[in-house]
């Protein structure tokens, strides 16, 4: 899942000050599952920024509404009669909803209320961590099933770098060292002479390098 | 064509079967040439080549090959460090190119430490590709004259190829696997990390050897003398991948006030010693940061001088 945390209250305030009628906008997707963009935290944000307001003295108008998905056309087209009555919209869906918003309502002053960190999962109770990094050409089959792509700070495809200690990355003790897991895991499976091979340098076409992406799939297109 | 890959002086002394000696130098912060110049004073003559670092720690520097060019011009060899953290595929290979246009003859390619550890931890890293690949590159386009994408070189670089190798990060038992895939990929000379821990390094020695990795390479043991027992501690703690014993640590305070740099440098030339005599030790790296006036006598006493004039 895409993965996201919320931004600090002090600077959505900060972004909607000027405004009265705010509409807190969830989605049911990503941000749901790692708790931070739901119905339950719309409610607890839009609560917030009426406490602000009233600490403020300002006479806020705060709606709530979650939709379905924010990255889906059909369910960002039930805002229509919705987005005309507020004055900004905080949207607390991963970076694409606020440009899904922005995109179907020209109009319309739309806010990112979060974060939009990584892809990744939970490794345990209130824990994310980064798995992909979206690379557009899936390697993580050479290294063991682990991406050295996504989760070496160095990006390495050919081993571990010196910095390597007790199973940490160099740059900092709570950060794994993927390519220790790797060695461990390919050893473990009687296969260390495939990470001894050379791994030629990879074409960053298929990444973000090559400009912003897009892809179509002509079956599906109507 | 020569009987040499590059006809660098260094590869000229280890092909000679010199026990080579190499330095090293970090680049000023700033446009000071005559930091530069000084710590060069130093090291001629002294040294067969001298490591000019690339923006070392993740700290700004003047650029390695600029510094390099200033060696040339006060009549030392440098070894020009590349990292893979700063520079793109295309910015690496200009690079490359320059760098030999003026003289640069040795090229040593690492992966380079994270921005994290620098004075410009906010910006962005490159790692287009990383060491393994820098050295596959430089060979190819110094035995095959071609491009990383297999164009044509008009005149292509000829480098003599220096990679690095920490035998002390983990995991151990891979380290001198991805040795043989350094050499493998086109490395003629390693330098080591620091050495500390020789047992340790021993060990690691017997299985390059055992592999048969020091008849295809020349591997240079690193060696950097503590000044204090306060850097001993630093580089015991706080650097990832160092080794230092608690005995080294314990040598040092024992050798009192005042004499602890003396105690360091006598470990070092200890050090150099064994490594003289090691199997698969073809000479020693010496790194005295920000030490270089202390080279001389480091090279003296440890029998290095005079230099061999091939
Ligand atoms: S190799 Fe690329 S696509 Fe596969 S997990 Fe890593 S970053 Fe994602
Ligand atoms: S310590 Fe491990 S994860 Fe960190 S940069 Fe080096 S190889 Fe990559």
């Given at each position: 899942?895409?993965?996201?945390?919320?931004?600090?209250?002090?600077?959505?305030v900060?972004?909607?000050k000027?405004?009265?009628?705010?509409?807190?906008?969830?989605?049911?997707?990503?941000?749901?599952?790692?708790?931070?963009?739901?119905?339950?935290?719309?409610?607890?944000?839009?609560?917030?920024?009426?406490?602000?307001?009233?600490k403020?003295?300002?006479?806020?108008?705060v709606?709530?509404?979650?939709?379905?998905?924010?990255?889906?056309?059909?369910?960002?087209?039930?805002?229509?009669?919705?987005?005309?009555?507020?004055?900004?919209?905080?949207?607390?869906?991963?970076?694409?909803?606020?440009?899904?918003?922005?995109?179907?309502?020209?109009?319309?002053?739309?806010?990112?209320?979060?974060?939009?960190?990584?892809?990744?999962?939970?490794?345990?109770?209130g824990?994310?961590?980064?798995r992909?990094?979206?690379?557009g050409?899936?390697?993580?089959?050479?290294?063991?099933?682990?991406?050295?792509?996504?989760?070496?700070s160095?990006?390495?495809?050919?081993?571990?770098?010196?910095?390597?200690?007790?199973?940490?990355?160099?740059?900092?003790?709570?950060?794994?060292?993927?390519w220790?897991?790797?060695?461990?895991?390919?050893?473990?499976?009687?296969?260390?002479?495939?990470?001894?091979?050379?791994?030629?340098?990879?074409?960053?076409?298929?990444?973000?390098?090559?400009?912003?992406?897009?892809?179509?799939?002509?079956?599906?297109?109507? | 064509?020569?009987?040499?890959?590059?006809?660098?002086?260094?590869e000229?002394?280890?092909?000679?079967?010199?026990?080579?000696?190499?330095?090293?130098?970090?680049?000023?912060?700033?446009?000071?040439?005559?930091v530069?110049?000084?710590?060069?004073?130093?090291?001629?003559?002294?040294?067969?080549?001298?490591n000019?670092?690339?923006?070392?720690?993740?700290?700004?520097?003047?650029?390695?090959?600029?510094?390099?060019?200033?060696?040339?011009?006060?009549?030392l060899?440098?070894?020009?460090?590349?990292?893979?953290?700063?520079?793109?595929?295309?910015?690496?290979?200009?690079?490359?190119?320059?760098?030999?246009?003026?003289g640069?003859?040795?090229?040593?390619?690492?992966?380079?430490?994270?921005?994290?550890?620098?004075?410009h931890?906010?910006?962005?890293?490159?790692?287009?590709?990383?060491?393994?690949?820098?050295?596959?590159?430089?060979?190819?386009?110094?035995?095959?004259?071609?491009?990383?994408?297999?164009?044509?070189?008009?005149?292509?670089?000829?480098?003599?190829?220096?990679?690095?190798?920490?035998?002390?990060?983990?995991?151990?038992?891979?380290?001198?696997?991805?040795?043989?895939?350094?050499?493998?990929?086109?490395?003629?000379?390693?330098?080591?990390?620091?050495?500390?821990?020789?047992?340790?390094?021993?060990?690691?020695?017997?299985?390059?050897?055992?592999?048969?990795?020091?008849?295809?390479?020349?591997?240079?043991?690193g060696?950097?003398?503590?000044?204090?027992?306060?850097?001993?501690?630093?580089?015991?703690?706080?650097?990832?991948?160092?080794?230092?014993?608690?005995?080294?640590i314990?040598r040092?305070?024992g050798?009192?006030?005042?004499?602890?740099?003396?105690?360091?440098?006598?470990?070092?030339?200890?050090?150099?010693?064994?490594?003289?005599?090691?199997?698969?030790?073809?000479?020693?790296?010496?790194?005295?940061?920000e030490?270089?006036?202390?080279?001389?006598?480091?090279?003296?006493?440890?029998?290095?001088?005079?230099?061999?004039?091939?």
């Amino acid at each position: 899942m895409i993965v996201a945390e919320q931004k600090p209250i002090r600077e959505l305030v900060e972004m909607v000050k000027d405004f009265q009628k705010i509409l807190v906008l969830g989605c049911k997707g990503c941000v749901t599952v790692c708790n931070v963009g739901g119905a339950k935290e719309v409610g607890v944000l839009a609560s917030a920024l009426r406490i602000w307001g009233r600490k403020t003295g300002r006479d806020l108008q705060v709606g709530e509404h979650t939709l379905e998905r924010q990255c889906d056309p059909e369910y960002i087209e039930e805002l229509r009669g919705i987005v005309g009555e507020y004055d900004a919209v905080i949207s607390i869906a991963c970076g694409v909803g606020p440009q899904f918003v922005s995109e179907r309502y020209p109009t319309a002053r739309v806010f990112p209320g979060v974060n939009t960190k990584f892809m990744g999962g939970a490794v345990a109770h209130g824990i994310w961590s980064e798995r992909c990094a979206g690379c557009g050409q899936c390697v993580v089959h050479y290294f063991g099933g682990l991406c050295p792509i996504a989760r070496c700070s160095k990006s390495l495809m050919n081993g571990p770098c010196g910095g390597s200690a007790d199973g940490r990355c160099e740059i900092h003790k709570e950060v794994e060292c993927i390519w220790d897991t790797i060695v461990r895991k390919m050893t473990e499976q009687g296969r260390l002479n495939e990470l001894i091979e050379f791994k030629p340098p990879k074409s960053w076409t298929t990444a973000r390098d090559g400009g912003p992406r897009s892809m179509i799939r002509e079956e599906l297109v109507k | 064509m020569s009987e040499f890959k590059s006809g660098s002086n260094l590869e000229k002394v280890l092909k000679a079967g010199h026990f080579a000696f190499t330095g090293e130098c970090g680049p000023p912060q700033g446009a000071n040439l005559e930091v530069l110049k000084e710590k060069a004073r130093h090291l001629k003559g002294c040294v067969d080549a001298v490591n000019v670092t690339d923006n070392q720690t993740a700290v700004v520097r003047m650029s390695s090959w600029a510094a390099s060019l200033v060696l040339i011009q006060e009549g030392l060899e440098p070894n020009y460090q590349m990292v893979c953290r700063d520079r793109n595929r295309l910015a690496m290979q200009s690079d490359i190119l320059g760098a030999y246009a003026h003289g640069i003859r040795n090229m040593l390619c690492l992966s380079g430490d994270h921005q994290k550890f620098g004075n410009h931890p906010e910006s962005k890293n490159v790692f287009d590709i990383d060491s393994m690949q820098l050295i596959h590159m430089v060979k190819e386009m110094r035995d095959q004259g071609v491009f990383l994408n297999g164009q044509e070189i008009d005149e292509a670089p000829r480098m003599f190829i220096g990679a690095a190798s920490n035998p002390f990060a983990d995991p151990f038992e891979f380290r001198v696997h991805r040795l043989a895939k350094k050499v493998a990929a086109g490395a003629d000379f390693i330098q080591t990390q620091c050495i500390y821990n020789m047992p340790k390094f021993k060990e690691f020695m017997k299985q390059a050897v055992d592999m048969g990795l020091t008849e295809k390479c020349y591997l240079l043991a690193g060696v950097t003398p503590m000044k204090s027992v306060g850097m001993a501690r630093y580089m015991a703690t706080q650097v990832p991948g160092m080794d230092v014993p608690d005995e080294l640590i314990k040598r040092l305070k024992g050798a009192g006030k005042g004499k602890v740099a003396e105690e360091g440098i006598k470990f070092a030339l200890e050090q150099i010693e064994e490594f003289r005599e090691m199997e698969g030790v073809a000479g020693v790296h010496l790194m005295a940061i920000e030490w270089e006036h202390r080279v001389p006598e480091i090279a003296e006493r440890a029998g290095m001088l005079p230099r061999p004039q091939i």
